[in-house]
């Protein structure tokens, strides 16, 4: 029998604390999505800051919108919420006296781009001013402690946003690290990214929560998902054809690839934030 994740019965089981809510750049109650699959908007191209393109969503889930840049391909979709400070309508490129961008990768010859604009925009439906919610604000000072707990975007799974605990704190920045997955999904972040939301934000949001992983692959686990329940986060009923019975699926071993590393570069410690 499915028993869904309660985060008061698994902080009472942890001894654990949530983050409070003045630690986030998150709106207490979550922001309403009147955004629909295909409206256009302007967003900044996530592998080119430099660069605003037109974006289409091409899915929505709770306060967050799925987001493909027009021009791209179908492998860089990227998400954003409703109250995002780099989402506007269109027009408001141009209206700063900015001129919209093709994005990184643009499919076609860079001299097209032009005319892909105007085909792109020609009859488009574009989201209108009221669905952009107000950026919530930024806290003052970074407030997190280790060991709080939190809910956090899974940077290589970005659907999803998992049970997480503060692994560490410095300076800016904090350490999310993921309840019952090693330490491969981990990563700083600073303390007002969008990523990283308030216990319980999920269940105000309607948006899934994904529950604690399972380190020990053997024990039995109240937070497994049965076979046959699947799991909404993920696109077609959740299957990924390499399924577990946690509504996932086993990480995919990388292509083999050839890294060219110059003699000078050190590399970088992964357990420390960037100085
Ligand atoms: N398909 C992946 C999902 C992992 C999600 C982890 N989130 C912290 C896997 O099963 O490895």
Known sequence: IYQSF???DYMKETSS???PQECFKQAPTPP???????MKLEALDPR???STCIATVVGVLGPRLRLRLDGSDNKNDFWRLVDAGDIHTIGY????DGMLQPPLGFRMNASSWPMFLLKTLNGAEMAPTKVFQPEPPTPKSNLFVVGQKLEAVDKKNPQLICCATV???KNDQIHVTFDGWRGAFDYWCKYDSRDIFPVGWCARAGHPLQPPGQKSATAPSRFKRP??????ALPEGGSTGTGNT???SAVTPAANIVLHIRGSCSGGSPELPPS
Do not use: R, Y
């Not at 076979?227 to 909404?232: D, E, L, R, V």
């Open 17 to 19: 604390v949530a983050a």
């Open 93 to 96: 490129c141009e209206k700063n």
């Open 167 to 169: 692994g560490a704190v």
């Open 227 to 232: 076979s046959g329940i699947p799991n909404p």
């Open 6 to 8: 309660d985060w008061s």
């Open 246 to 248: 946690n509504g996932t």
């Open 48 to 50: 080119n800051l430099t």
């Open 32 to 38: 309403v999505n009147d955004f629909k699959v295909n």
